[in-house]
């Protein structure tokens, strides 16, 4: 099956030089290698609500010369995730863990973002202010979230 995660703003989401924010999925709670995605800002700005700003299956270093302009001072374009190959089945606990220095607080994290989870030709938009999504907090500016019931739900498709 064809996995990708993309993370979205929910609302508007300023960096700095320093920031960074780092996604890859887990499979029983065992890193996948294929799905390390990373993030680094090199400059100040913001990314607006709705636009991407992390995904998995690729590393990005974003430069003020990344930036189209016309707009102020321009927006930033981040690129979608790559999608990897994954052997799931309905039993696999897939989780979602971010490491970020935006926000250090679960709940600003939750207020934040979504999560944008594609398995083969099935999409699942996923706001995380959600109460039926399982978010657990590994520290600060780390955060767990469970696919599980989304993954269920896609395989079930399939069988149907």
């Known amino acids: 099956m064809l996995c990708m995660v993309e993370i979205f703003c929910e609302g508007a989401v300023f960096y700095d030089d320093t920031s960074y924010i780092e996604v890859i999925?887990?499979?029983n709670g065992i890193p996948l290698e294929d799905t390390v995605?990373?993030?680094r800002f090199l400059f100040n700005g913001a990314v607006l609500p709705?636009?991407?700003i992390?995904?998995?299956g690729r590393a990005c270093r974003h430069n003020v010369s990344?930036?189209?302009a016309g707009m102020g001072l321009g927006i930033l374009d981040i690129p979608g995730g790559r999608p990897a190959f994954l052997s799931l089945d309905s039993g696999d606990d897939l989780r979602l863990r971010v490491k970020t220095n935006l926000t250090l607080d679960v709940g600003v994290f939750t207020k934040l973002f979504s999560v944008r989870l594609q398995?083969?030709?099935t999409v699942f938009d996923i706001p995380l202010n959600q109460p039926n999504v399982e978010i657990e907090w590994a520290g600060r500016g780390e955060y767990v979230v469970s696919l599980e019931p989304f993954v269920v739900q896609a395989l079930t498709r399939v069988l149907v």
Do not use: M, P, Q, V
């Open 66 to 68: 990344d930036c189209s």
């Open 25 to 27: 999925l887990e499979r």
């Open 54 to 56: 992390s995904a998995t």
């Open 50 to 52: 709705g636009k991407r």
């Open 119 to 121: 398995l083969d030709n």
């Open 37 to 39: 995605g990373y993030d």
